[in-house]
């Protein structure tokens, strides 16, 4: 079993920056890949990055250039750092993790709330 929980979220002016960061516990070593989602109110959950067990990251096209993904291992944490916040980033943000082990098996966080206001 793995558990995920955000945190980093907060009410933040368009062009400000947040660190978002997701804290694994459990089972560890079977997590595969990592990766971040946001939840607009109305809107379906969307992808919006990822990183391997590799340390190879990919990015959704509207948040390439302004969102970083990273890994600390040693604080089994991976962190979402947001530059250059648009009002249409407001979300909530999710992690989510993959089991290496078991196919289609996959762990989310409780997410955490971004707010951009202009």
């Known amino acids: 079993q793995v558990q995920l929980v955000e945190s980093g979220g907060g009410l933040v002016q368009a062009g400000g920056s947040l660190r978002l960061s997701c804290a694994a516990s459990?089972?560890?070593?079977?997590?595969?890949?990592v990766g971040w989602y946001r939840q607009a109110p109305g809107k379906q959950r969307e992808w919006v990055a990822q990183i391997t067990r590799s340390d190879s990251t990919n990015y959704a096209d509207s948040v390439k250039g302004r969102f970083t993904i990273s890994r600390d291992n040693a604080k089994n944490t991976v962190y979402l750092q947001i530059d250059s916040l648009k009002p249409e980033d407001t979300a909530v943000y999710y992690c989510n993790a993959d089991d290496r082990l078991l196919y289609g098996r996959t762990y989310w966080g409780q997410g955490t709330q971004v707010t951009v206001s202009s």
């Open positions: 459990g089972s560890i070593a079977r997590i595969n890949t």
